[in-house]
């Protein structure tokens, strides 16, 4: 079975510049997380939807960052514009229900210059 | 909300040693998740134990929830166990997963 998808698996730009952050869960799970890793604070939660619906965005740190789910099978993350303390791995997770383990996709290193 | 600890923050193994990574919550828990995040990154689903005992190959885990601690063993440690290892714990609505900072284990060949 396919794992979550994310895209791109790197991307640097310039600051200024929108970042969009592609993912697409595992098929069925009806729950979908975005976090953040970096060295400073470690790995955090941003937002999380539930049947495609956003549930809490009180992680997303400013209004800079905007998440949307469309659709079961895909979310994005987008930044505009982008700063240079952007820079972090951004996580997409999946589970089946709110209550069951999730399975994360192999990241987005997000370099802003 | 929760606080979740781990210890040691670093652990350095010969091949072929066993260690215990330890994980600590402040409240009781309806989620949590044992990863292992790779050199390359990647994070990988070791456990879900919110209580009781898993085994998988050469890891197990417990989880204590009464007394609000969990454990990853690791047994026969090879070069490929190196990373760092995270506990990850959900309370209340549970969704919510707060992790830790992390354990790092070299294992030397």
């Known amino acids: 079975d396919a794992g979550v998808i994310q895209s791109p698996r790197h991307e640097v730009t310039e600051m200024g510049q929108e970042v969009t952050l592609r993912c697409k869960p595992i098929s069925g799970h009806n729950s979908l997380f975005w976090y953040r890793q970096t060295m400073m604070r470690g790995l955090e939660l941003l937002i999380y939807f539930n049947n495609n619906v956003p549930i809490d965005d009180s992680g997303m740190p400013e209004d800079r960052f905007s998440a949307k789910m469309p659709n079961a099978s895909f979310s994005t993350l987008k930044i505009q514009p982008s700063e240079p303390r952007d820079s972090a791995v951004y996580f997409c997770?999946?589970?089946?229900?709110?209550?069951?383990?999730?399975?994360f996709g192999d990241g987005t290193r997000l370099s802003i210059l | 909300g929760i606080q979740v600890e781990q210890s040691p923050p670093d652990l350095i193994l010969q091949e072929g040693a066993n260690s215990t990574l330890r994980c600590n919550f402040s409240d009781s828990v309806n989620n949590l998740q044992w990863f292992h995040q790779n050199p390359w990154g990647q994070l990988i689903n070791l456990f879900y134990i919110p209580s009781g005992t898993k085994q998988n190959g050469r890891l197990s885990a417990t989880t204590v929830a009464t007394e609000r601690y969990s454990l990853l063993y690791i047994s026969s440690s090879q070069t490929t166990d190196s990373g760092v290892y995270f506990c990850?714990?959900?309370?209340?609505?549970?969704?919510?997963?707060?992790f830790g900072k992390g354990t790092l284990l070299t294992v030397n060949p």
């Open positions: 997770a999946s589970s089946p229900q709110e209550n069951q383990p999730q399975h």
């Open positions: 990850a714990a959900g309370a209340g609505s549970n969704y919510k997963l707060t």
